[in-house]
């Protein structure tokens, strides 16, 4: 049998696992399983914790559909709460290697739990070649991007380890989230597809995003989509740099934008539930 913890950030949901208690690799098939809500654990992806010598701990994040992520802060402040409650780590901070970069994690312990915790998320970037997005080498700041279905907008793409675009509204709609979601992560324009944050700006340092994120869909919450959107929120002079509060539908994140475009992420986590897979499922879905 297998052990696993489950976790959320704001409704975003992951279980975490450690190489060493699988019997092998994992196939596109076993995180499909694992993800399914019907037939499985049910959650919005997969926290694979690896070796590594780059950093204190390894990460590997997949998404429901078996695609690997470079990063997740939601995924991050989760990972960062297993490592410390289950007496993984012996500082409250420490480092994590991501295929998205290093980035350093600050647990808040209170009680011997972990219930907040701070990531440093890296430098955001607007440039085409390192979102990846195709054409000339420049930023990607309120550009026309015309959909497959006629729909014209004006989006503004960022990496911070992992690509966003971001489309400025001045009206959030679930259903034009759900809609264009899909158009516009697998735009041909986006080799790799990306995170879609439609955003509303509430005020110069508070913003009302919708998530469809690369892989899973319409989300509750997502860290990196909160970095992505806060700072191209600055970067188009809607908010100012410094604390930005994105507000989700799973609820609200604080990012710290500096003048460098380093991104700090401040947010709750809490863990739902600790298990086995059990031999039945591993014989079946795991090779």
Same mark, same amino acid.
């Given at each position: 049998?297998?052990? @696993?913890?489950?976790?959320?950030?704001l409704?975003?949901?992951?279980v975490?696992l450690?190489?060493?208690?699988?019997?092998?690799?994992?196939?596109?098939?076993?995180?499909?399983?694992?993800?399914?809500?019907?037939?499985?654990?049910?959650?919005?992806?997969?926290?694979?914790?690896?070796?590594?010598?780059?950093?204190?701990?390894?990460?590997?994040?997949?998404?429901?559909?078996?695609?690997?992520?470079?990063?997740?802060?939601?995924?991050?402040?989760? @990972?960062?709460?297993?490592?410390?409650?289950?007496?993984?780590?012996?500082?409250?901070?420490?480092?994590?290697?991501?295929?998205?970069?290093?980035?350093? =994690?600050?647990?808040?312990?209170r009680?011997?739990?972990?219930?907040?915790?701070?990531?440093?998320?890296?430098?955001?970037?607007?440039?085409?070649?390192?979102?990846p997005?195709?054409?000339p080498?420049?930023e990607?700041?309120?550009?026309p991007?015309?959909?497959?279905?006629?729909?014209?907008?004006?989006?503004?793409?960022?990496?911070?380890?992992?690509?966003?675009c971001?489309?400025?509204?001045?009206?959030?709609?679930?259903?034009? =989230?759900?809609?264009?979601?899909?158009?516009?992560?697998?735009?041909?324009?986006?080799?790799n597809r990306?995170?879609?944050q439609?955003?509303?700006?509430?005020?110069?340092?508070?913003?009302?995003?919708?998530?469809?994120e690369?892989?899973?869909?319409?989300?509750?919450?997502s860290?990196?989509?909160?970095?992505?959107?806060?700072?191209?929120?600055?970067?188009?002079?809607?908010?100012?740099?410094?604390?930005?509060?994105?507000?989700?539908p799973?609820?609200?994140?604080?990012?710290?934008?500096r003048?460098?475009?380093?991104l700090?992420?401040?947010?709750?986590?809490?863990?739902?539930?600790?298990?086995t897979?059990?031999?039945?499922?591993?014989?079946?879905?795991l090779?």
């Amino acid at each position: 049998m297998i052990p @696993f913890v489950k976790g959320h950030g704001l409704g975003n949901d992951y279980v975490v696992l450690s190489e060493e208690d699988l019997p092998g690799p994992l196939s596109t098939r076993a995180i499909v399983r694992i993800c399914d809500r019907n037939r499985g654990v049910g959650s919005d992806g997969i926290l694979l914790r690896v070796p590594t010598t780059r950093a204190d701990f390894g990460l590997r994040i997949f998404n429901p559909d078996g695609s690997e992520a470079e990063k997740s802060g939601n995924g991050l402040r989760i @990972f960062a709460k297993f490592l410390w409650d289950h007496g993984h780590a012996s500082a409250a901070t420490f480092t994590v290697d991501t295929k998205g970069g290093v980035v350093e =994690c600050r647990c808040h312990v209170r009680d011997g739990r972990v219930g907040f915790v701070t990531v440093e998320m890296g430098r955001a970037t607007f440039r085409a070649p390192e979102i990846p997005m195709s054409g000339p080498d420049r930023e990607v700041v309120g550009v026309p991007l015309q959909l497959a279905d006629g729909t014209a907008l004006s989006v503004t793409a960022v990496s911070v380890g992992n690509p966003h675009c971001v489309v400025f509204v001045d009206r959030l709609d679930e259903a034009a =989230c759900r809609r264009l979601g899909p158009l516009v992560e697998r735009h041909p324009a986006f080799p790799n597809r990306t995170n879609v944050q439609f955003a509303r700006v509430h005020a110069r340092d508070t913003l009302d995003i919708l998530i469809w994120e690369r892989g899973a869909g319409f989300t509750l919450a997502s860290g990196s989509s909160s970095c992505g959107a806060a700072a191209a929120a600055v970067r188009n002079g809607l908010c100012d740099p410094g604390r930005v509060r994105v507000r989700m539908p799973g609820g609200e994140l604080v990012i710290e934008v500096r003048p460098d475009w380093s991104l700090r992420l401040e947010g709750p986590v809490e863990e739902v539930c600790r298990g086995t897979l059990s031999a039945e499922f591993v014989e079946a879905h795991l090779p």
